[in-house]
């Protein structure tokens, strides 16, 4: 599977960060990684929450099914449904993703149903599928 998946994706996954005083280098999280995964050249704009949530807004529309490589998922929560973590659609129900900014947490594939038991803890949570316009 992993020749399938863009070079990005391919050169990051089961790999840890390397730790970095560059700021932006903080803010490489599940968004950045999700808005980059086709991405040649990584865009840092990204490390920014709140330019992520706008790029999925201005970039992608809403989709309900027949899910393809690169759709993404926004993971959301209450009634504002605040998107708190991203992971890009692989095939199935596998997804790649970074779980957080530290240099502890690796980009890599997890099961959706993994994914919703390591956020349980958050109330209620939502899915919105999106696809690149």
């Not at 700021?23 to 040649?40: I, M, Q």
């Not at 980009?107 to 803890?121: A, T, V």
Request: charged letters at 25%; glycine letters at 4%; a positive charge.
């Amino acid at each position: 599977m992993v020749h399938l998946i863009p070079p990005f994706a391919r050169r990051r996954l089961y790999t840890y960060p390397t730790p970095s005083t560059d700021p932006k280098a903080a803010g490489r999280d599940c968004h950045w990684t999700s808005l980059n995964f086709f991405s040649v050249d990584p865009n840092d704009d990204f490390t920014v929450t709140e330019a992520a949530v706008r790029a999925f807004e201005r970039d992608y529309y809403t989709i309900q099914s027949e899910f393809r490589l690169g759709d993404i998922i926004l993971f959301t929560e209450g009634p504002t449904n605040k998107c708190f973590h991203s992971a890009v659609y692989i095939a199935d129900d596998i997804l790649f993703t970074k779980n957080g900014p530290r240099a502890s947490n690796p980009w890599m594939l997890m099961r959706l149903e993994h994914m919703r038991d390591y956020y349980l803890g958050r109330s209620p949570v939502k899915l919105r599928y999106l696809r690149h316009r």
